[in-house]
């Protein structure tokens, strides 16, 4: 959908407010509509009004009611953008909704028989009080203190201004005029205007209790927000929502999860997601929040606490999250933080998702033991395997790497798990179903829990299993007739194992010269340099001379700290600027982020492989989708389907067809068409075969 579709942007204001600029603006203002409704219709039921003060109130009555009309008749009409009012059982969903009956039951006192009648009038005014249900997260910063301890001037502001405005109300009442007890209560020189001695006696009296009202609830604020403060400055404030996503332990990872979670959200039609770390190890709680207030779709709450100690996850609200995460620190105790949950008097949650990451092998058992009373779902992962053979796969071809960062980030194409009949309502073969799927690429079946990438061309599909693709966005697809071609070429299958030399430059933890096996051939492995230098001085002019002079050497891996590594890539661009071919062959696999950011540029675009975000983004992907983890396991292991570059050099005649042949000719060599390189950057699904570099296909390879 476009941004500068004017019902769009309509839609997002009214109905997911986080992901518009003017979105929490636009709710605020219908907040006070609502407040001000409430307001003029009560006031004259409860205070004694002279009559053009009473009309008065009336028509700001008349006027806030016909703002509900407008937004119900705006709501009704941009519900289309959700895919699930659509239609006619759409539409029934969308009137039956708590919400829109509120908007209606608001909205009845415009016509004519129910204003005439004032029970009827008197009942659905009251019904006006529900449309705060709507805005119960903006109205719980009025009403908790721990949020409004964290709220900004403003929201104080208001709490103190709606504590005031009770205070003239009441009095109101005495004074039987609104004004006067405004006026005295603003300002006690205002006492000089009173007309008789009973306005003075309970002008004195208002002014007094003001007073002391007021200098109580200055008091009590202060030192409770001095007190919470110190509190929210130590992660020790309880978390008191509902349906959130824990976050426990820190690592290098958590800021790419936290990239890759707001941007899932982006995608939904899910109202902002609140998360909640729980960072036992970080001393300085308030220094660390103030680098989270960039993700614009996901609310986050830090908290702090001993690791083993009940008290902590009953802060967290662990009964009523929705997912928690494990994130694998220094000190490892994944299993005691699990196993201590489990074993709570008070945990009774059993739709939480457990996912634990945690080293070592042949886990399975011990977490099966520590499951085995309860029904939460769980998934633990060892992602040092998954980047170790992505690692060997980039280092045979660097152009690996761009592919597999599109797959596993949240802001392009991705893996979805899908019910076959949402695209088929009938047995379909799986040739078939790739063939008439369009913006989407079907790569395999999920069946019985277990992931089949590219099956055989006649395996049949069932309205019962559910279909692994490759897609931009779920909803944009539709269903073709399949395109069928006389003439089919035999294609040569791709070599697993290829040919490369490669030359590792230091020993740090990055690369493990023993591990770069999988994708490589016996010569490769026997031809391996690997350079380390005792003094881990490598800025050597010589050295460097040397290697460049050997011009079969296809990829240079720096395996170093990523500060020297900086350095010294800054180094070898200054020495060897003009000859790009031997830059070209330099990658840098690093951590840090703002040295990547200061070493990738378009001309070094596939030199630059940052790992923590990988496995940030990684453990993003399975948070939410479980079943790609067996995806993943499958497409970097040398066994089964893997991905594969088709060069125009050695493949040339697939790139004199056009898509459709191509998509054919692929499928009926068991190869599923994927995407293309242009000017080195890969697209999924890409139709523009002719001016395609390389082609990139899933399958087995010899």
Known sequence: MKKGDFLYNLYLILE???????????????????????????????????????????????????????ELILRITVSTYNEKYRGIKGKLKFFIHPYTIIDILAVLPLIPYVNNNLSFLKLFRFARLLKLIKYKNIIKQLISIEYFASAPVLTQFTVLFVLSLFIILIFSYIFHSIKISFLLFLDPSNIIKAHDIYQIIFGIIELIIGLIVGSFLVSIITSTLVMITEKANKGLLSYKGKNHIII??????????????????????????????????????????????????????????????????????????????????????????????????????????????????????IYDAIFDKHKNRYLYFHHNKLLNNLLNRTIVNNLYFNIFSELLTFDGYE????????????????????????????????????????????????????????????????????????????????????????????????????????????????????????????????????????????????????????????????????????????????????IANLLYDEEFRNNVILSEKIIGEYISKILFEKEVEKIFDELTHEYGNEMYILSKKDYPHLYAQNYDKLKYNLIKNNMIYLGSFINNKFTFNNENIKDSENIVVLTQGQ
């Open 415 to 594: 893996f979805y798990i899908r019910e076959s009949k949402i695209f088929f309502d009938k047995e379909i073969t799986f040739e078939d179903a790739y063939l008439s799927i369009n913006n989407a690429i079907l790569i395999g079946i999920y069946r019985n829990e277990k992931v089949i990438v590219n099956p055989p061309l006649n395996e049949i599909i069932t309205p019962n299993d559910k279909l692994i693709l490759i897609m931009e966005n779920e909803t944009n697809f539709n269903i073709k007739a399949p395109k069928y071609f006389s003439d089919i070429y035999i294609i040569k299958k791709p070599k697993l194992k290829e040919h490369r030399k490669i030359c590792i430059v230091g020993e740090y933890s990055d690369v493990k010269s023993d591990e770069i096996t999988e994708f490589l051939d016996e010569n490769s492995v026997k031809s391996l340099i690997h350079i380390r230098k005792e003094n881990g001085d490598y800025m050597d002019k010589e050295l460097w001379t040397s290697i460049q002079k050997d011009k079969s050497i296809d990829s240079i891996i720096l395996n170093l700290e990523d500060n020297y590594e900086m350095e010294l890539t800054f180094y070898l661009r200054s020495v060897f600027k003009d000859d790009k071919k031997f830059l070209s062959k330099i990658i840098n696999i690093l951590r840090t982020p703002a």
């Open 248 to 365: 426990v332990n820190y690592n290098s990872t958590l800021e790419f999860i936290l990239n890759e979670i707001d941007k899932y959200f982006a995608d939904t039609n899910e109202q902002k997601k609140d998360i909640v770390l729980f960072l036992p190890n970080i001393e300085n709680i308030e220094k660390y929040k103030a680098d989270l207030h960039q993700y614009k779709n996901i609310d986050i709450y830090v908290m702090s606490g001993e690791v083993l100690n009940e008290n902590s996850y009953n802060r967290i609200n662990v009964n009523k999250a929705e997912k928690i995460l494990f994130l694998l620190d220094n000190e490892n105790i994944n299993k005691k933080q699990v196993r201590y949950i489990l074993q709570m008097s008070s945990f009774t949650n059993e739709k939480l998702e457990f996912v634990i990451e945690d080293e070592g092998e042949n886990l399975n058992e």
């Open 16 to 70: 997911q407010p986080q992901k518009h600029e003017y979105g929490f603006f636009i709710q605020k203002l219908l907040l006070i509509n609502v407040i001000i409704n409430i307001f003029s219709f009560t006031l004259p039921s409860i205070v004694y009004l002279d009559e053009n003060t009473r009309n008065m109130f009336f028509l700001i009555d008349k006027i806030t009611t016909y703002v509900f009309l407008i």
